[in-house]
């Protein structure tokens, strides 16, 4: 009986054809776990991507509702319609503030030239004061608080400036008038526009519910 060489076995399994069906098998099945694996990476990566994007979107979302104030078609026409009145008074009160002291180019030289201009435009200043008053305390109901405050902020600059005019006289158009004059048009300023910024803020959270 002859030796049985392994070797040779072999050999004739692969000249067969026999081994390389299984060697090509193994090794699609080997690449194919391998792209299966890579892919299911790439998709899990996309997926964790794609979460976090829905989550933060969810946070936002809900940070928008928890600051949403919900009210009537009715409730928000009267709140609207209180402050579109009061800027409107405020407003025409704003520009009376910028000219109530005349430059020292329209100011007369005499003192009683002076003293006329100045009567006539605080006469003018205060029957706009008043309107602003008034339109401001009949329509309070209707006005968030942190924006009433920044109102009053602007009609105590004005009573002050007011006084202090009466008070001088001639001297409101001094240097020194001038100067003080500059500190109460910059307080009402300041309110104005942070009593306007407020409103648009609070009416970009309002939501009309039926």
């Not at 209180?82 to 007369?108: C, E, H, V």
């Not at 020194?176 to 048009?185: D, M, R, V």
Request: with cysteine; hydrophobic share 40%; charged share 25%.
């Amino acid at each position: 009986m002859s030796d049985f060489s392994w070797s040779t076995f072999l050999t004739s399994l692969v000249g067969s054809g026999v081994t390389a069906g299984l060697v090509v098998k193994g090794l699609s099945g080997h690449l194919a776990d391998r792209w299966l694996a890579r892919y299911k990476n790439d998709l899990g990566k996309e997926f964790e991507s794609y979460r976090d994007m829905l989550e933060q979107k969810r946070k936002r979302v809900e940070a928008e509702l928890s600051h949403r104030i919900y009210i009537t078609q009715t409730q928000f026409d009267t709140e609207f319609n209180a402050m579109k009145d009061i800027f409107a008074a405020l407003g025409k009160l704003r520009l009376r503030f910028n000219g109530l002291r005349p430059s020292a180019d329209w100011t007369p030289q005499d003192e009683p030239g002076k003293s006329k201009v100045i009567a006539t435009r605080l006469q003018h200043f205060r029957e706009q004061y008043n309107a602003v008053v008034d339109t401001a305390a009949s329509l309070y109901p209707f006005v968030a608080e942190d924006i009433y405050e920044q109102l009053e902020a602007c009609m105590r600059a004005s009573f002050i400036e007011t006084k202090q005019i009466e008070e001088a006289g001639s001297e409101a158009l001094s240097p020194s008038g001038y100067a003080e004059g500059a500190k109460q048009l910059e307080k009402f300023s300041t309110a104005y526009f942070a009593a306007a910024r407020l409103a648009r803020e609070r009416f970009r959270h309002l939501s009309v519910v039926a």
